[in-house]
């Protein structure tokens, strides 16, 4: 039982370089989603998907870039890497994206990123 | 954008002893889901409230969703050092911005032995 499986684990970049992290889930969820958790303030969410294909922004979108080609996959993209992204990055996918009057559906979180711009 | 506070955002008490944690919100919500968090792992779900005045219990846990839709308490009774953990609180709300969570910045739990 896979789950929600995210790589790398840990990541060091410089100012400027660009990356992917990676995001899977072999549990067929239709919702999906990245958030950002930095000390002292909780999980923030960046973007998220209600289907393949169809993405949109969440609380912190600037800096990211996201695609939904498939069910199974969502990757985070960071184009020009700066020291304000170092974070700890969490990918999340529920069964449903729910219907509209307040999404209520459990979020099933990867293990996580531990990414480090420097 | 909603605000979310949780209160306290550390706790250090002894095992044996009771503890609540709080969680208010500006607005409304629809549901209020209590994660709990573990060092280098995602939040795992306890629990999701959605009706006013709700109270579910979890062995030792015990939430409750306020009346007025506004607030949650979580309390553990006899915290064990098996409790100890980041707990967070999570709110959805209707109308746009429907299909995410907020959350607050959470409380972390030491339960000393």
């Known amino acids: 039982n896979a789950g929600v499986t995210q790589t790398p684990k840990f990541q060091v970049l410089k100012t400027g370089q660009s990356m992917t992290l990676q995001c899977a889930q072999d549990?067929?969820?239709?919702?999906m989603s990245w958030y950002r958790q930095d000390p002292g303030m909780g999980l923030r969410l960046i973007h998220y998907?209600?289907?393949?294909?169809?993405?949109d922004q969440g609380e912190v979108p600037n800096g990211y870039n996201v695609s939904r080609s498939t069910t199974e996959d969502f990757p985070l993209r960071l184009l020009s890497a700066a020291p304000s992204q170092t974070s700890v990055y969490f990918c999340?996918?529920?069964?449903?994206?729910?219907?509209?009057?307040?999404?209520?559906?459990?979020?099933?979180f990867g293990s996580g990123t531990q990414l480090s711009v420097l | 954008t909603q605000l979310l506070e949780q209160s306290p955002q550390f706790l250090s008490i002894q095992e044996g002893e009771n503890l609540t944690v709080y969680c208010n919100s500006s607005?409304?919500?629809?549901?209020l889901q209590w994660y709990r968090q573990e060092p280098g792992e995602g939040p795992v779900l306890l629990v999701t409230v959605v009706t006013g005045g709700e109270v579910k219990k979890l062995k030792r846990l015990t939430f409750q969703f306020g009346d007025a839709r506004k607030d949650s308490s979580l309390h553990i009774t006899a915290a064990q050092p098996g409790d100890t953990g980041l707990y967070l609180c999570a709110a959805a709300y209707s109308g746009a911005g429907s299909y995410q969570l907020t959350f607050g910045k959470g409380t972390k739990l030491s339960v000393i032995p």
């Open positions: 549990m067929n969820h239709e919702y």
């Open positions: 999340a996918s529920s069964y449903s994206k729910g219907r509209g009057t307040g999404f209520r559906e459990k979020l099933f």
């Open positions: 607005s409304v919500f629809s549901s």
């Open positions: 998907s209600v289907g393949a294909g169809i993405t």
